[in-house]
Each structure stands twice: as C-alpha cells, then as structure tokens.
Antibody
Framework: QVKLLQSGAALVKPGASVKMSCKAS????????VSWVKQSHGKSLEWIGE????????NFNEKFKGKATLTVDKSTSTAYMELSRLTSEDSAIYYC??????????WGQGVMVTVSS | DVVLTQTLVAQPVRLGDQASISCRSS???????????LEWYLQKPGQSPQLLIY???NRFSGVPDRFSGSGSGSDFTLKISRVEPEDLGVYYC?????????FGSGTKLEIK
C-alpha cells in the first residue's frame, strides 16, 4: 500500500534552515508529483509547492518562493524540503503528499517544526 | 488566488442524522480540460488530512458510501447521510484547478 514516511520533529533557531524528508513506498515514485502542505497551529492548510521526481521539475506557490527548496533522491524514493531563514511564522506542521497533478491522494504523517531560540 | 469559503462550524448534528457542508469558490473551478478539480478532505483530531471525494463527486478508495459530493461551477456540497462518531473532525474543500492550489478554511463537524 502507498505510504509516505516523514522525518521527525525539528526544533530550530531563528535564521537557521531545516531540511525534512519524505520516503515513499508502495508505488512507482517517479510516476507522481510530490506536493508539500503547511498547517500552522490550529489553522487551515496551505500548498507550498510540488516536485516531479522523474524530471526534478518544480512548481511553487508564489508565497513560498525563496523560502522552500524541493529536491528528490530517486534512488531511495525520497523527497526533501528545505526551509530557509526561519522565523516564528514558519513554526507549523509540514505534510508531504502524493500529488496526482490535481489533488493529493495520500499524505505523510507530518513534521512539526518549531522555530525558537 | 482563488478563495474557498466554508462555514467555520457546521450545524451540530446527532449521530445517525445527515450533515451537509458547503464550499463556495470565488471563481469557477472548471479546468480547461473540462474537469472540475474540487476535492474534500477530512482531518480527524491528531491525524493528517485524508481524501474523501475527488473531482466533485467521486469517492476515494475505501470511503464509505454515506459520503457524497455534489455541485458545479463555484458551489459545492459534501453530505454525510448518517453521521457516525468516526466522522468527527474538520472538513476542508480544496481546488486543484487554478495555480496556486488552495484549501478552504475548514468546517468543524460537531455532535449535538
């Protein structure tokens, strides 16, 4: 069955960067986009961007350009997202999802990122 | 960007009753390919969102048939025919037609 296993929670200092992973299994990794979604505490969901593992092509929500960098390692079926120049506004849960191009059918368990000195 | 408007809290329902949740879009969600990419997700407490309905009215694999979606253009509804305890949570509509993809603000389903 399709599974997306994300890395563990992170506590990072303001101004630093954080890189999280999302390991896919149960399907052909290169056949689907991987999207990333942000959920700030108690709030709704925001689409950050997507990456197509086969080519490395990316699309971003303008709001997150310059903040998020998406990469993949096809050899391990793992997608990565790095967030840079972190502030308290970046404290949130981040989900990776399998993206059919138009919607997200499977989700990872989420990574909680806390930005604090 | 498209704005999807949902009521914050649904009318409280009794177990076994029908619940209805609405989602209104600021723009038509009909894609240039003719499909309407309006989806519904449920986020149960402490869990990741899960896909219930895709393309307005198609139930995702394993979703009980008490869930149904309808609507067109910019007005959409999710109905739960007989609410069960495991249906509690926040329901989000989502559109994958326009760039950037957007989610509604979520509707919390409460039991009377």
């Amino acid at each position: 069955q399709v599974k997306l296993l994300q890395s563990g929670a992170a506590l990072v200092k303001p101004g630093a960067s954080v890189k999280m992973s999302c390991k896919a299994s149960g399907y052909t990794f290169t056949d689907y986009w991987v999207s990333w979604v942000k959920q700030s505490h108690g709030k709704s969901l925001e689409w950050i961007g997507e990456i197509y593992p086969n080519s490395g092509a990316t699309n971003f929500n303008e709001k997150f350009k310059g903040k998020a960098t998406l990469t993949v390692d096809k050899s391990t079926s793992t997608a990565y997202m790095e967030l840079s120049r972190l502030t308290s506004e970046d404290s949130a849960i981040y989900y990776c999802t399998r993206d059919t191009s138009y919607y997200f059918d499977y989700w990872g368990q989420g990574v909680m990122v806390t930005v604090s000195s | 960007d498209v704005v999807l408007t949902q009521t914050l809290v649904a009318q409280p329902v009794r177990l076994g009753d029908q619940a209805s949740i609405s989602c209104r879009s600021s723009q038509s969600l009909v894609h240039s390919d003719g499909h309407t990419y309006l989806e519904w997700y449920l986020q149960k407490p402490g869990q990741s969102p899960q896909l219930l309905i895709y393309e307005v009215s198609n139930r995702f694999s394993g979703v009980p048939d008490r869930f149904s979606g309808s609507g067109s253009g910019s007005d959409f509804t999710l109905k739960i025919s007989r609410v069960e305890p495991e249906d509690l949570g926040v329901y989000y509509c989502f559109e994958g037609t326009h760039d950037p993809f957007t989610f509604g603000s979520g509707t919390k389903l409460e039991i009377k």
